[in-house]
Nanobody, 120 residues
């Protein structure tokens, strides 16, 4: 079974930093991207950043210049460095892995989420 496990969340002061890690295990056919999303209760899950096996990255405007994603597709691991944290960064951060299902269709797997709380 595919499993994604995030770690590194916690409480941090505004302007502080945090580093999130996500390790995927199990068979992910055609793994081509790993990324991070975040969600606040009552709000839609929000795209944060992705890293692909083509060495491309993409960031949401809200975190561009502050967050850095890095992927290790050999080890099915992705990291998110969060710098210059703001109060509005507070959310549950979810790791995702994207690959291909048995029928060749797109398939996205999710971690359980890790809480990031930015508080003064």
């Amino acid at each position: 079974q595919v499993q994604l496990v995030e770690s590194g969340g916690g409480l941090v002061r505004p302007g502080g930093s945090l580093r999130l890690s996500c390790v995927a295990s199990g068979k992910i056919g055609g793994l081509y991207a790993m990324g991070w999303y975040r969600q606040v209760v009552g709000r839609q899950r929000e795209f944060i950043a992705t890293s692909t096996n083509r060495d491309t990255t993409d960031y949401a405007d809200s975190v561009k210049g502050r967050f850095t994603i890095s992927g290790d597709f050999v080890n099915k691991t992705v990291y998110l460095q969060l710098n210059s944290l703001k109060l509005e960064d507070t959310a549950v951060y979810y790791c995702s892995a994207e690959g291909l299902g048995p029928n060749g269709g797109h398939r996205q797997y999710w971690g359980q989420g890790t809480q990031v709380a930015v508080s003064s």
